[in-house]
């Protein structure tokens, strides 16, 4: 039986890695979890914020939150691109 699951609690993925499933892309680690999105932050002062949409979470493993999506496609989540800022 696997540990794995989509289902998790916002609070345990609060400073955990998050990767992209396809191809391990390093999307940074998590800072919050909102309504609709999950604010990630690849490194540490001025680093890169994804801001990726719930829905695309695959898994939490209890490490790591993987999401469905690669490195080309984590592009259209960078904070600049969203507008969400």
């Known amino acids: 039986m696997s540990t794995e699951s989509p ?17 391990e892309t390093d ?3 998590v800072q919050e979890v ?16 994804f801001y990726i949409p719930k829905n695309l979470v695959e898994r939490f493993d209890g490490h790591t939150v993987w ?3 690669t490195e080309e496609e984590s592009h259209q989540y960078k904070e600049h691109k969203t507008h969400l800022i």
């Open 7 to 23: 289902i998790y609690n916002p609070e345990d993925v609060i400073k955990k890695e998050a990767r992209g499933i396809e191809d």
């Open 27 to 29: 999307l940074g680690e």
């Open 34 to 49: 909102g309504t609709e999105y999950i604010l990630t932050k690849k490194g540490t002062i001025d680093g890169d914020k």
């Open 67 to 69: 999401f469905k999506l």
